[in-house]
Protein backbone atom coordinates (compact mmCIF):
# COMPACT_ATOMS: atom_id res chain seq x y z
CA UNK A 1 0.00 0.00 0.00
CA UNK A 2 1.43 3.34 -0.66
CA UNK A 3 2.13 5.68 2.50
CA UNK A 4 2.86 2.56 4.29
CA UNK A 5 6.49 1.70 3.53
CA UNK A 6 9.21 2.62 5.88
CA UNK A 7 12.95 1.36 6.90
CA UNK A 8 13.25 0.70 10.64
CA UNK A 9 16.68 3.28 11.50
CA UNK A 10 17.07 0.63 14.82
CA UNK A 11 17.73 -2.28 12.46
CA UNK A 12 19.80 -0.04 9.57
CA UNK A 13 21.68 2.15 12.34
CA UNK A 14 25.06 2.53 9.82
CA UNK A 15 23.07 3.16 6.89
CA UNK A 16 23.04 7.13 6.01
CA UNK A 17 19.85 9.02 6.18
CA UNK A 18 20.12 9.79 2.74
CA UNK A 19 20.26 5.94 1.35
CA UNK A 20 17.33 5.46 4.27
CA UNK A 21 14.75 8.64 2.80
CA UNK A 22 15.59 6.56 -1.04
CA UNK A 23 15.23 3.05 -0.15
CA UNK A 24 11.62 4.31 1.56
CA UNK A 25 10.72 6.57 -1.49
CA UNK A 26 11.49 3.99 -3.64
CA UNK A 27 9.73 1.04 -1.42
CA UNK A 28 6.59 3.42 -0.96
CA UNK A 29 5.87 5.07 -4.54
CA UNK A 30 8.19 3.04 -6.86
CA UNK A 31 8.96 6.39 -8.51
CA UNK A 32 10.03 6.98 -12.31
CA UNK A 33 12.66 9.52 -10.99
CA UNK A 34 13.72 10.08 -7.51
CA UNK A 35 16.58 12.73 -6.34
CA UNK A 36 17.29 12.76 -2.75
CA UNK A 37 19.84 15.77 -1.62
CA UNK A 38 21.31 16.48 1.76
CA UNK A 39 21.00 20.05 2.38
CA UNK A 40 22.51 20.40 5.69
CA UNK A 41 25.42 21.96 5.22
CA UNK A 42 23.20 24.94 3.92
CA UNK A 43 21.41 25.32 7.03
CA UNK A 44 24.77 25.53 9.08
CA UNK A 45 23.65 27.71 12.83
CA UNK A 46 19.54 27.51 11.75
CA UNK A 47 17.44 25.25 14.62
CA UNK A 48 17.69 21.95 13.79
CA UNK A 49 21.14 21.65 12.54
CA UNK A 50 23.52 19.41 13.64
CA UNK A 51 27.31 19.24 13.26
CA UNK A 52 27.00 15.77 11.67
CA UNK A 53 24.19 17.07 8.94
CA UNK A 54 21.30 14.54 7.94
CA UNK A 55 18.66 16.93 9.26
CA UNK A 56 17.63 19.07 6.15
CA UNK A 57 16.64 17.42 2.85
CA UNK A 58 15.38 17.88 -0.76
CA UNK A 59 13.05 15.29 -2.63
CA UNK A 60 12.32 15.34 -5.92
CA UNK A 61 10.11 12.59 -6.80
CA UNK A 62 8.18 11.49 -10.02
CA UNK A 63 5.86 8.77 -9.40
CA UNK A 64 2.16 7.39 -10.55
CA UNK A 65 0.75 7.67 -6.93
CA UNK A 66 0.89 11.31 -7.29
CA UNK A 67 -1.82 10.97 -10.45
CA UNK A 68 -4.91 13.19 -9.33
CA UNK A 69 -3.61 14.66 -5.82
CA UNK A 70 -3.08 17.76 -5.26
CA UNK A 71 0.21 19.51 -3.97
CA UNK A 72 -0.44 19.56 -0.54
CA UNK A 73 -1.82 15.33 -0.52
CA UNK A 74 1.11 14.93 -2.34
CA UNK A 75 3.21 16.26 0.51
CA UNK A 76 1.25 14.69 3.12
CA UNK A 77 1.95 11.29 1.08
CA UNK A 78 5.85 11.62 0.86
CA UNK A 79 5.63 12.85 4.77
CA UNK A 80 3.64 10.15 6.04
CA UNK A 81 6.26 7.58 4.48
CA UNK A 82 8.92 9.94 6.09
CA UNK A 83 7.80 10.01 9.76
CA UNK A 84 10.12 7.58 11.28
CA UNK A 85 13.03 10.31 9.66
CA UNK A 86 11.62 13.01 10.82
CA UNK A 87 11.04 11.21 14.66
CA UNK A 88 14.51 9.96 14.27
CA UNK A 89 15.92 13.65 14.02
CA UNK A 90 15.49 14.58 10.42
CA UNK A 91 13.99 18.52 11.01
CA UNK A 92 13.42 19.87 7.84
CA UNK A 93 12.08 18.23 4.41
CA UNK A 94 11.40 20.15 0.87
CA UNK A 95 9.63 17.87 -1.62
CA UNK A 96 9.23 18.36 -5.00
CA UNK A 97 6.33 16.12 -6.49
CA UNK A 98 4.82 15.39 -9.42
CA UNK A 99 3.66 12.76 -11.69
CA UNK A 100 6.26 11.41 -14.45
CA UNK A 101 5.79 13.09 -17.79
CA UNK A 102 4.27 11.14 -21.06
CA UNK A 103 2.07 9.16 -18.56
Do not use: C, W, Y
Not at 24 to 29: G, N, P, R
Amino acid sequence: MVGSASIDKSRNPGMPAKDRITQTLTDAFRPATLEVLDESHLHAGHVGHRPEGETHFRVRIAAEAFRGKSRVEAHRMVNRVLAGEFAGGMHALAIEARVPEGG
